[in-house]
Structure formats: C-alpha cells, structure tokens
C-alpha cells in the first residue's frame, strides 16, 4: 500500500492538507519528530535529535556500525514502505524514499507573498519579521535537500504532484491527491502477483459461468479496485402468469455486498438494453430497498479509457477475448 509523502513551503497549507488526507484516506500521519522517534530512537541521543534538527550535515555522522543518520533512516522508511502506509509530512521523506515503488510525492507550494499573508495573520506578527522567518525557512529546505541528496528541493520531477494553493483549494490539493493516492493503490493491486493470483482463480472459476467476454473484463476492472463481488448471485422474479408462475426473471451480473449494490452489463449488444432498463425498473418497483444500476457500453468503455496505463492492459484483454469469442459459438450477450 502506497506511503504519501507531504514537502510543503510554510505558509502554503501543507499541513492542513495532510490532516485531511490522513483522515479521508484513513492512514496516520508522520511528521518530523515522530520519524525520528519511530525510526532512530535506538541510535540517536537527546543531542544527536538537537543537531539532527539543526544541521543536514549530522545526517551524514555514523548512527550504527558504519552507516549514517541518513543511511539508516532511508533503509528503515523503505522497509515500512514495503508494507505499510501513511503520510509522511516534511523531513525530506521524498527523497528518503525517492525510488521507492510504493511512495507517491507531493509538493505543496504557494507564491511567497500569499505565505507571508496568511503567516502574518496566523501568527499576529509583522510583514518583515514573517518574510524573514519563510525566507529562513525556505533557506534551510533547500540545504538539506543540497547537502543531503544533491537535489533541489523544488524540481517539479522529483513529485508525482505539485499543488499551488495560491490557486487551488485545500478541498481540491486533497481531492487531487487522493485521486493519485488510489489510482496508485488500484496499480499495485493489480500486479501484486500473490494476490492477483487468487483473483485470477476466482476469475477463471467464474468465467465457465459468464455468459460473454464482457463480464470477464469486467470483473478484472472491480478486482483493481479491491471491490468485493459475487457473480450472479440470484434470480429476481418479475411477472408471474394466472397459476403463478414466474414469467419474467432477473438475474444481475453482479453484486456488491459492500455497497449492497447489483449491476447489470448491457455493452455487447444495444439491442437487449431497454429490456434490461425494464427489469431493473420493474425489480426496485418490485423490491424496494433494492439497488441496481445498468452498465452500458459508453459507460464500459469510458471506465476502461479511463484507467490509463492499467486500463490499457484491461482493454487490450477486452479486445482481445472479444476477438476470440467472435470466433466461437458463444453468443455475446443473450437476453435473461
């Protein structure tokens, strides 16, 4: 699970940003005195944290058996990025973990006089004296990016994002981020091998069951997005004749137990559409309380686009199972 890491100006909200991410992604924040806590307290005397807080340069003074302050703290982030996730708030965690393929980076900046703006009022303090203290501030990032790495802390290609909240709200830098944080989830979900390779027995178990190509490619899409789901799970009767029999059925491709949800596929063939809009009508008329929703194949196709990378191989299996089915007796899709 991915690790966010937060670089932020102060003055630029950086801090209210992580708040909100944390609590809206669910995962804890680590700052600066807490990684330290976490992550050196066996190596580190009162005095190192003082210097450590003080000067990049006590980063590169041996902590254990030969390896340095940063060394030892770049492994230690690395192995808790490896399997578990938070955000990471300041400390040059983005370069700490720079490579690492679960961490995500962003960058929270704003124009240096919208800073000294919101500091003055924040802090009840003068334009000079808030200029002096962010310029101090900014002076010191950038060193120990410099010192420590060789980086310039505010390269645009050392983040995944970098968010202006001159511009841009904090609602939209967290919504944003968010975005990148879960589509980097949905990436390493997918090609965690162990993990896929359960889904993928469900999927080939299931697939003997599903009627058209589509489903299957559909249920790749919901397992990308940790989304529990039960293929055809039950038959809804919907018309009954004199002797009450039933009819007219329906069957829902799938459901969501999480979200108590059942969704209808109707993107092979346009023609058995308004049937299944019929059904659904006739079933939450029917039964209320429950929910169902009819995919169709604008929305299939714009949910795959939509994907980026990962979709394209979700499309490229698509396309190519579709091609295959067209060559076998299987109808694509058939009326329930």
Known sequence: MPVLTITHQRGALGEEIARRLSLKLGIPII???????????????PN???????????????????????????????????????????FSAHLLLANHPHAIHLNVTAPFDVRVERFRIRKGQNAEQVREKLLSSDRKSRRYATILYGAEEQDPFLYHLTVNTGKVSVDAAVSMAAGVYKDQMAREFLFNSEDEDLRVR???????????????????VLDMY????????????????????????????????????YLELTVMNPKYASNKHKKARLLG??????????VYRRDFDHLLRSLSTAGESISEAYDEAQSKGNNRSVPEEEEE
Not at 31 to 45: I, P, T
Not at 73 to 84: C, G, P
Not at 202 to 212: A, F, I, L, V
Not at 255 to 261: A, E, G, H, Q, R
């Open 202 to 220: 469900k999927r080939e178990e299931e697939s003997t069951r599903m009627k058209n190509v589509s489903e299957i490619s559909f249920a790749r």
């Open 48 to 90: 190192d944290l003082l210097l450590l807080s003080e000067s990049p340069r006590h980063f590169l003074k041996e902590a254990k058996d030969g390896v340095s302050f940063r060394d030892l703290l770049t492994s230690r982030l690395a192995a808790y990025a490896d399997k578990q996730n938070a955000v990471m708030l300041g």
């Open 226 to 261: 940790q989304l529990r789901w039960i293929y055809e799970p039950k038959t809804f009767p919907l018309e009954w004749d004199s002797d009450g029999n039933v009819t007219l059925g329906f069957s829902p491709d799938f459901y969501l137990p999480d979200y108590n949800l």
């Open 285 to 294: 008329e029917l039964y209320p309380g429950t929910n169902v929703q009819v």
């Open 31 to 45: 700052h600066r005195d807490e990684a330290m806590e976490q992550f050196l307290s066996d190596v580190v005397s």
